[in-house]
């Protein structure tokens, strides 16, 4: 029975997972199909997206018409189904609420964890993102290099199936032939929004998301992600045999009944529990990493959330993959005589370097997509074509500003009608009421664009979290406390898209309600809001400056891992999902290695 209770549960494992989102759903997917007995430990609640996703529920079924609530901020259907910016009883700590100094943390506490409404864009780190202390002396290399990982980028995108295109673009890698599913059409207004950026010399190509474009490759993947392992290949062919490509209709943030997205709940764990090596535990908050007396861990504790009795389970190994800030604080809660600032800190780097992306939006509405035939553009839901970071040569040069990139994500088109589709529109109408209003909302329908932009930010020492003195959750566990400070260099950025994307929107004829924001403190968006929180566990090569080795393997503890965002050395501006799976695979080759080899 692979769903256990605190109290059903074997006594040793080969490893215990914790968390079941990204990092931990790849986890124990490749351990589990690889023959390691795995235990996985969620938080959150069980979560099963055949019978809970409202894929085809219309607005008006809904209350509010499905709009966004404090409590729901994505929309009433939104595959959140508990946690948010809040999660009631888990409360956390900015030390300052001053502009540009407040942290917001998203966390879903489900089986999945953020993968069930994530935007799916799956963006491969390039060469210089792994070396870029080395390109301008600032922020930190990791230990190690593009070449190391690719490898495990190409094995990621054929389990979950990502659709992109291989355009030979600087430090936006291409993959090998077989990796990527075809991209899908763009629509009107993306041509329209390509065209026009690229008489402005700023690229625009396809995006590449983690939704089937058409069915995986069934016959041919299993033997190439698991070789020598005919067992694995015949379940993972069955499966990938049972995803079914996208039906271009519905939104992907509700989740995908039909698994045509990439969610862990749909691609990581069924495979890895027909394998029979995996057990899950959903309700199970996990609180600390136990050392056994030869300083290894021998298990964690975590409190059954429906009895909230505490329970210990043991394993040859631990992965943390709560999520970056969550894996930090149960290492700074672990603390013991040996380890009196938190486990396997003895660097003190643990919860240092803490980063987002740093976001900017602005959207434009443009004469040229009014009162266009209807059609439906529900699409692929998203990022049919986007702008990789273009101006390399002039950052070198120094023309810029500031140090590192940010590529666009850009979108249009006409979804189907909401609760807000047409407010708002007095900028454009002078207020228009009766007959005159129904006319002007179908002419201004579909006309809008709006445009994204996603940089790198560069750790900085005033970035970070600790543990609250103070503030304990319901389950008495002491909280995380957060500091954030922008530098410069994410501040420019910040006001250079806002320039950028008014030019683009005004060479499409089109024009937007406020001018670009100068002020890049006020053009960013808050640290943590844009939900892509890395670092606080950085990798590194040396035990004195970094937390982990290049495996996610503390130095302190050798049978403690890390596969979430915490072992993130930059952050840059590829959005960081697909590669925290491509390292959470590497960790897991990794911890088999040393397993066979009877050294973990
Ligand atoms: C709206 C939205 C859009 C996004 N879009 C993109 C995108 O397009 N591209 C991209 O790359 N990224 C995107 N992201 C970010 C992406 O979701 C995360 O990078 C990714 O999910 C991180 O994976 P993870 O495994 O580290 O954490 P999560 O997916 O958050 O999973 C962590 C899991 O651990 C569990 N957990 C936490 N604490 C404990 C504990 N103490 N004990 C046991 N279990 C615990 C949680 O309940 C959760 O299930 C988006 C996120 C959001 C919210
Ligand atoms: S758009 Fe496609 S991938 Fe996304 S939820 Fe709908 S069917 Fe699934």
Redesign the pocket.
């Known amino acids: 029975m692979p769903f256990l209770t605190a109290a059903s549960q074997a006594h040793d494992y080969d490893v215990i997972v ?8 790849q986890s124990a997917y490749t351990l589990a199909m690889e023959g390691a007995k795995v235990l996985l ?4 609640r069980c979560y099963t997206p055949a019978t809970e996703t409202p894929m085809f529920q219309t607005p008006e079924l809904a209350p509010l018409r499905a709009t966004g609530t404090p409590q729901k901020p ?1 929309g009433f259907y939104d595959a ?1 189904v508990d ?1 948010g910016w809040q999660v009631p009883g888990e409360p956390y700590v900015s030390a300052s609420l001053a502009d540009g100094e407040r942290f917001e943390w ?10 069930n ?7 491969r780190y390039g060469p210089y993102d792994f070396k870029p202390r080395t390109r301008d002396g600032l922020g930190f290399d990791w230990p190690l290099a593009y070449p190391d990982i690719a490898p495990y980028y190409d094995r990621v995108e054929r389990l979950i199936g990502v659709y992109g295109s291989n355009e030979g673009l600087e430090n936006t890698p291409d993959s090998p032939p077989g990796c990527l599913l075809p991209p899908p059409a763009p629509l009107v207004s993306d041509y329209l929004i390509a065209q026009r950026a690229r008489r402005l010399g700023i690229p625009a190509i396809p995006g590449h ?1 983690a939704v089937l474009t058409r069915a995986l490759d069934f016959r041919g993947s299993p033997a190439l992600l698991h070789p020598g392992n005919p067992g694995a290949q015949k379940i993972l062919a069955e499966d990938m045999r049972a995803r079914t490509a996208c039906l271009w209709a519905t939104p992907c ?1 509700r989740g995908c009944a039909i698994r045509a997205n990439y969610q ?1 709940p749909t691609v990581h764990l069924p495979p890895a529990l027909a394998s029979g090596n995996l057990d899950i535990t959903t309700d ?4 600390e990493v136990t050392l056994a007396g030869d300083g290894r861990a021998s298990g964690v504790g ?1 409190i059954d959330r429906t009895t909230r009795a505490h329970h210990h389970v043991r394993a040859r190994a631990v992965v943390l ?4 800030c ?2 930090v ?2 290492l700074l809660n672990s603390h013991s005589a040996r380890f009196p600032q938190g486990l396997a800190n003895s660097s003190g780097r643990l919860g240092r370097y803490l980063m987002d992306t740093v976001g900017s939006s602005v959207s434009g509405q443009v004469p040229l997509l009014e009162s266009l035939p209807p059609l439906n553009e529900d699409a692929a839901d998203g ?1 049919q074509l986007y702008t990789p970071w273009w101006l390399y040569r002039e950052q070198r040069a120094g023309k810029l500003g500031f140090a590192r990139g940010y590529h666009i994500e850009f979108g249009g088109g006409r979804r189907m009608p909401g609760f807000g589709t047409a407010a708002g529109l007095e900028w454009l109408t002078a207020g228009s009421y009766g007959a005159r209003f129904k006319q002007d909302v179908r002419r201004y329908y579909g006309s809008f664009v709006y445009f994204d932009g996603r940089g790198e930010m560069i750790p900085n020492d005033q970035s970070y979290c600790e543990i609250d003195p103070e503030v304990k959750d319901q389950w008495g ?1 002491p909280v995380l406390r957060f500091h954030w400070r922008w530098s410069q260099h994410e501040l420019r950025q910040a006001a250079h898209m806002q320039r950028t994307f008014t030019d683009i929107i005004e060479a499409m004829g089109g024009r937007t309600r406020e001018p670009a924001q100068s002020d890049g403190a006020r053009a960013i968006a808050p640290g943590g809001s844009i ?2 929180e ?1 670092g606080g566990a950085i990798m590194g090569s040396d035990p004195a400056s970094s937390v982990t080795n290049p495996w996610g393997q503390t130095w302190d503890v050798p049978n403690l891992f890390l ?4 072992v993130f050395a930059s952050n840059a501006d ?7 799976m491509a390292l959470a695979w590497r960790a897991a080759d990794h911890i088999l290695d040393r397993m066979r080899r009877r050294e973990l």
Do not use: C, Y
């Open positions: 914790v968390g079941s989102g990204a990092g931990g759903g430990l969620e938080a959150g994505f959140t946690g998203w966390r879903a506490r489900m089986l999945g964890g953020r993968t409404h994530w935007g799916r864009i799956s963006l998301r943030g862990s199970a908050m996990v609180h975590f993959a709560a999520s970056a969550e894996s604080r149960i990022m566990i939900i892509h890395v596969t979430d965002g915490a590829k959005n960081p999902t697909l590669t925290i």
